[in-house]
């Protein structure tokens, strides 16, 4: 069903191990209410009455809008046809008496009166709707946030990511400009076997961190899944692409992870990256192979480096699965 799209996508990426788990204890055949009881727990933020309720919000407040200019519309008619009988009334007239332009010039305030405590009115209303709209919008925009945050690291989650790495093959500018930073945690289920799955999730956050002070905002961080983050840039050569990854490398590196209430060190963390630039793949699903590939070579040849895809001769592509989902 549509709503469990997200769900499962969200289950499926690793980005909440949390959540993977608790559907896999609902069983192979989980009903809809224990699957919604999950979403509400997890996913509770993206819930899709707020984009109902917000569609009808917008849906009715837009109604009353209409119906404030339907009847604005009424009003300046009306104020129109007193205008065009009065000026006939002038026009058809000869003498004019004292009494007869007392009575017009009253009409006439009157109508204009009318006329502009009705828009005075219609102002009023208008800014109401539009201050709810702007609620509205307000609170959608909130959503979006929340719906592409990776909610363990804060950063970009697995769904921005793809769709920043298919922007590039959008235009000859993007791919000319365009690089993929792909980079790895060394050792991370060790972190967890030894202090906890708590303990990896602290370090994960800490790394995340340090990734998006250390680069540039113009860079799109993202956790694309366990311990694996991305970077996406663009106005870079391959000189300066190797360089944002080898500052990143360098800055978790010498980071301490060390708790200060007991003093337990849970270092050395260090990280694995390898990079590809745009033009050196067919488009997005290339591009991430490529760079996932020059992260492999890393990892073989010692893990803690850098390692372009350029660099790479064909006898480097193969992959030891079983070794890489270790570390």
Not at 34 to 62: C, K, M, P, Y
Not at 258 to 275: F, K, R
Request: aromatic residues 6%.
């Amino acid at each position: 069903m549509p709503r469990n799209y997200e769900l499962f996508y969200e289950a499926a990426t690793g980005t909440n191990p949390k959540l993977a788990a608790a559907i896999a204890a609902l069983g192979p055949r989980p009903s809809q209410q224990a699957l919604d009881r999950v979403r509400g727990e997890f996913l509770a933020i993206a819930d899709h009455r707020i984009v109902e309720d917000a569609r009808e919000t917008i849906s009715a407040r837009l109604d009353e809008i209409l119906g404030l200019l339907r009847r604005d519309r009424s009003s300046m008619e009306a104020y129109g046809r007193i205008l065009g009988e009065t000026s006939d009334g002038l026009s058809r007239r000869g003498a004019m008496t004292r009494e007869f332009l007392d009575r017009i010039v009253s009409v006439m305030a009157n109508a204009t009166t009318s006329s502009i405590e009705s828009r005075t009115r219609l102002v009023g209303s208008m800014t109401d709707r539009s201050n709810e709209l702007k609620a509205v919008k307000t609170k959608l925009e909130e959503y979006k946030r929340l719906a592409d945050t990776d909610p363990l690291t804060q950063l970009a989650n697995r769904r921005v990511f793809d769709e920043a790495l298919a922007r590039i093959y959008d235009s000859n500018r993007g791919v000319a400009f365009g690089a993929l930073v792909l980079g790895d945690v060394d050792r991370f289920k060790q972190i967890n076997d030894r202090f906890g799955h708590p303990v990896g999730d602290r370090v994960l956050q800490v790394v995340a961190g340090i990734i998006r002070s250390t680069v540039k905002e113009d860079i799109l961080v993202a956790r694309t899944g366990g311990e694996e983050f991305a970077l996406v840039l663009s106005g870079r050569g391959e000189d300066a692409t190797w360089r944002v990854a080898e500052e990143v490398r360098k800055a978790i590196e010498e980071a301490p992870f060390v708790n200060m209430a007991n003093g337990v060190d849970y270092g050395p963390v260090t990280i694995s990256l390898g990079t590809c630039m745009a033009t050196q793949a067919q488009g997005a699903a290339d591009l991430y192979d490529k760079a996932d590939k020059a992260l492999y070579a890393s990892k073989n040849a010692g893990r803690n480096r850098v390692t372009r895809f350029s660099s790479l001769s064909e006898g480097d592509f193969s992959k030891d699965w079983l070794i890489y989902r270790k570390d």
